[in-house]
């Protein structure tokens, strides 16, 4: 540890997808099944760049959609390679069927999600209702919110998936254009350092004719609740495997994130529940606020599934008010926040006695300026006292 | 012989007696009674051998040949959904090509991929990632078992059902005779990849169908190849299961389904015929195309005849003569 503190590691300039690019190249990952899509394409360009240059010795196998990207990128991962994909908005949505069968094979892939609203009208711009439509496949999902982060969860992320113990796929997702086209300082680190981190675990039952496997068989009703069950208890199990890799990582490199973070939460009377860049965002607005006498704090949310539910209330047991801020819509539903159902169903269930509010921001990339992050700070703090039944849809013209 | 170990490239046959005795492929499975399916997938993978794993569509042999907690094969083989056997299959070889330049895997084996799929998952929805794996010339030998309808979800029409026959979503009434449209002529729109070879095949001429096989196997060094293989179906066809190979030999004697090669641009029938069977020996057999009128099979003798001037043009001489009178 001395030794490891003494050397100076000098960042450069990455966005958040090409510090997911570099990590790709760290790794060593061995097939990347991509198509383009905005804005995750950089991703993948810079890894064709690693990949042209000799950089990176992988197959890059140029699909002809996001549905055929997922299938090869599952088919490698089962074959015993370091697979890998990158994606977004529609492309996301395209690939939906094979979400679900990646976790039910198991297969311990790794993705990054650019996140992007959905189509119609097309956008190409920011919110997160891509990764909300997937929330549900079976996948651990983290959320990043700093280039750096990115580059050190897609390592985590992959130590978790071919965890023998987990064997289950893992997105990595970050804010479109916000954080995917934005350059911040990255520290990179050497791929034999990153392989002994994580190093290559190949699917122990994985295709190969000296042991012939079967996978992917037709499974009738006296099993199949069974099979799924063990998604559910590998879902529960890979809590605290995160825990322990994020723990791990920072040994080795001095960088860890937790796996639920609480900003500025000592003494702070409300809550606001966001991820990704708003979170980032409200890092530095919450000084000012403090100052202002609103004693709000962040609940960042990191790992999103399966969702650190102890975590939560230790921090969230003692607030008077929790915002919760959704950036896709649930339509219809009791709050049309999905994020904010989940936490009112947390509420109940753990007997927490904060004011619940719900609100929906930058659908489409609605820009949020400083001013409107304080806005969200003030209604936070509104929140100990006052109850919004509904979701609020901030900044809509209506 | 240790597992693993190929004991021989892609065979070549004379006769049937050259075949190995081992079941790669074995009983047990759900596949119809009188099926022609189970016929091919067991040549099939006699001819590729062990170091075979096989990528399954979704369809009839997937669902009928791995029923949890059982399987009939004894080679890798792995199913995830119905359109993808295309880029699935490519994963797999370009993982196996990628693990054994990285040393992951032995560099000398000769792993093959073959992809399997049924007309629904290769014409219609499996298409585009067919295309896409022809096009990158992945080292993958797709085979089609062409069956000419959804049979698994119980006989609804596809792009490759023939003209006028019956399906339950093209049935036979006051206004529809079955299918109205022609078939898809898949082969040819593999062949406009330029991959290596495509050829057609049927399991009533098996040293054919099997030679195809391991022709299909033997030019995966230099890209992909595609065997599009006729499989009578006796529940969807409608007729006797004892029938199959019988009307699978009809498909070819009337120049319905002719048998031929496409080998790096070379066209060649592999079955030249002197005299053709009338249409009408095939479709009477089948309960499928029993609402038919004398004219509406004139009018699919008219198809036929169509057809074979194409391959003979192709062939660039009559390897298919005329009907016989």
């Known amino acids: 540890m001395?030794?490891?503190?003494?050397?100076?590691?000098?960042?450069?300039?990455?966005?958040?997808?090409?510090?997911?690019?570099?990590a790709v190249k760290d790794l060593d990952v061995d097939v990347v099944a991509a198509y383009p899509i905005t804005p995750q394409t950089t991703v993948v360009e810079k890894i064709s760049e690693f990949v042209a240059n000799g950089e990176l010795d992988a197959e890059f196998i140029h699909v002809e959609s996001e549905h055929s990207a997922m299938s090869a990128t599952i088919a490698a991962a089962l074959t015993g390679a370091r697979a890998f994909t990158a994606t977004a908005s529609q492309g996301l949505a395209l690939m939906h069927e094979m979400l679900y069968i990646a976790a039910g094979l198991r297969a311990p892939v790794v993705m990054s999600v650019a996140m992007r609203a959905l189509s119609a009208p097309i956008s190409i711009w920011n919110d997160q209702s891509d990764l909300f439509g997937s929330r549900d496949s079976g996948w651990v999902i983290?959320?990043?919110?700093?280039?750096?982060?990115?580059?050190?969860?897609?390592?985590?992320?992959y130590r978790l998936a071919e965890d023998p113990d987990v064997l289950l796929p893992v997105m990595v997702a970050y804010d479109g254009y916000v954080m995917s086209h934005t350059t911040e300082p990255v520290v990179t680190e050497s791929r034999p350092e990153v392989l002994k981190f994580?190093?290559?675990?190949?699917?122990?039952?994985?295709?190969?004719?000296?042991?012939?496997?079967?996978?992917?068989?037709?499974?009738?009703?006296?099993?199949?609740?069974?099979?799924?069950?063990?998604?559910?208890?590998?879902?529960?199990?890979?809590?605290?495997?995160?825990?322990?890799?994020?723990?791990?990582?920072?040994?080795?490199?001095?960088?860890?994130?937790?796996?639920?973070?609480?900003?500025?939460?000592?003494?702070?009377?409300?809550?606001?529940?966001?991820?990704?860049?708003?979170?980032?965002?409200?890092?530095?607005?919450?000084?000012?606020?403090?100052?202002?006498?609103?004693?709000v704090g962040l609940l960042r949310l990191r790992l999103y599934r399966p969702f650190p539910v102890k975590h939560f209330v230790e921090h969230a047991s003692d607030a008077k008010g929790v915002l919760v801020v959704d950036r896709s819509i649930s339509y219809g539903a009791p709050y049309q926040g999905p994020l904010a159902n989940e936490i009112a169903g947390l509420k109940v269930r753990e007997g927490l006695g904060f004011n619940l509010t719900s609100v929906v921001a930058g659908i489409g990339q609605r820009t949020m300026e400083d001013e409107d992050f304080m806005a969200l700070v003030r209604l936070a703090w509104e929140s100990r006292t006052r109850r919004f039944p509904e979701t609020i849809f901030y900044g809509v013209r209506e | 012989?240790?597992?693993?170990?190929?004991?021989?490239?892609?065979?070549?046959?004379?006769?049937?007696?050259?075949?190995?005795?081992?079941?790669?492929?074995?009983?047990?499975?759900?596949?119809?009674?009188?099926?022609?399916?189970?016929?091919?997938?067991?040549?099939?993978?006699?001819?590729?051998?062990?170091?075979?794993?096989?990528?399954?569509?979704?369809?009839?042999?997937?669902?009928?040949?791995?029923?949890?907690?059982?399987?009939?094969?004894?080679?890798?083989?792995?199913?995830?959904?119905?359109?993808?056997?295309?880029?699935?299959?490519?994963?797999?070889?370009?993982?196996?090509?990628?693990?054994?330049?990285?040393?992951?895997?032995p560099k000398d084996r000769k792993?093959?991929?073959?992809?399997?799929?049924?007309?629904?998952?290769?014409?219609?929805?499996?298409?585009?990632?067919?295309?896409?794996?022809?096009?990158?010339?992945?080292?993958?030998?797709?085979v089609l078992y062409d069956n000419e309808a959804y049979m698994n979800t119980g006989i609804q029409r596809s792009g490759a059902t023939p003209y006028h026959a019956w399906t339950t979503?093209?049935?036979?009434?006051?206004?529809?005779?079955?299918?109205?449209?022609?078939?898809?002529?898949?082969?040819?729109?593999?062949?406009?990849?330029?991959?290596?070879?495509?050829?057609?095949?049927?399991?009533?001429?098996?040293?054919?169908?099997?030679?195809?096989?391991?022709?299909?196997?033997?030019?995966?060094d230099e890209g992909p190849s595609f065997i599009h293989v006729i499989m009578a179906c006796t529940t969807g066809w409608r007729f006797d299961?004892?029938?199959?190979?019988?009307?699978?030999?009809?498909?070819?004697?009337?120049?319905?389904?002719?048998?031929?090669?496409?080998?790096?641009?070379?066209?060649?029938v592999t079955f030249p015929i002197a005299k053709r069977k009338p249409v009408i020996e095939y479709l009477k057999l089948q309960g499928r195309f029993a609402h038919l009128t004398p004219a509406e099979i004139e009018e699919i003798q008219r198809l036929v005849d169509e057809r074979v001037a194409e391959i003979n043009r192709l062939a660039g001489k009559e390897v298919i003569g005329p009907v016989a009178k």
């Open chain 2, 1 to 105: 012989m240790s597992a693993g170990q190929t004991p021989r490239g892609p065979l070549r046959i004379r006769s049937l007696f050259d075949l190995p005795r081992e079941e790669l492929f074995i009983s047990g499975h759900g596949l119809c009674a009188g099926c022609t399916a189970g016929t091919i997938m067991r040549m099939l993978v006699k001819v590729a051998g062990r170091d075979t794993i096989i990528v399954n569509a979704t369809g009839c042999v997937e669902v009928s040949t791995t029923r949890y907690p059982y399987s009939n094969w004894l080679v890798p083989w792995f199913h995830s959904a119905f359109e993808n056997a295309g880029a699935t299959a490519s994963g797999v070889a370009r993982a196996i090509e990628v693990l054994q330049r990285k040393g992951a895997l």
């Open chain 2, 169 to 220: 979503t093209t049935p036979a009434g006051k206004v529809w005779r079955g299918e109205w449209r022609t078939k898809k002529d898949i082969a040819m729109i593999v062949a406009a990849h330029k991959i290596p070879y495509v050829a057609t095949a049927n399991p009533a001429y098996p040293q054919d169908m099997v030679n195809k096989f391991a022709r299909g196997l033997e030019v995966l």
């Open chain 2, 241 to 268: 299961p004892a029938l199959g190979i019988t009307i699978s030999r009809l498909a070819t004697e009337t120049g319905v389904f002719p048998l031929y090669e496409i080998d790096h641009g070379k066209f060649r």
């Open chain 1, 142 to 157: 983290y959320f990043v919110h700093t280039a750096q982060e990115a580059y050190d969860t897609v390592i985590q992320a």
């Open chain 1, 198 to 295: 994580a190093p290559k675990r190949p699917y122990p039952y994985r295709l190969n004719p000296d042991k012939p496997v079967t996978i992917g068989a037709i499974v009738p009703p006296e099993y199949l609740y069974e099979i799924k069950y063990q998604n559910v208890k590998a879902m529960e199990g890979a809590l605290a495997k995160a825990e322990e890799v994020d723990r791990e990582f920072g040994k080795q490199f001095g960088r860890s994130y937790g796996i639920m973070e609480c900003y500025m939460c000592e003494g702070a009377e409300s809550l606001i529940v966001t991820n990704a860049s708003y979170a980032a965002t409200l890092k530095s607005i919450l000084p000012e606020a403090w100052r202002q006498g609103l004693r």
């Open chain 2, 111 to 142: 792993i093959r991929v073959i992809a399997v799929g049924g007309d629904g998952g290769t014409v219609d929805i499996g298409l585009q990632s067919l295309s896409g794996m022809l096009e990158r010339r992945d080292p993958v030998m797709y």
């Open chain 1, 2 to 22: 001395e030794a490891q503190q003494t050397v100076v590691k000098r960042p450069i300039p990455l966005s958040t997808n090409y510090a997911v690019a570099y």
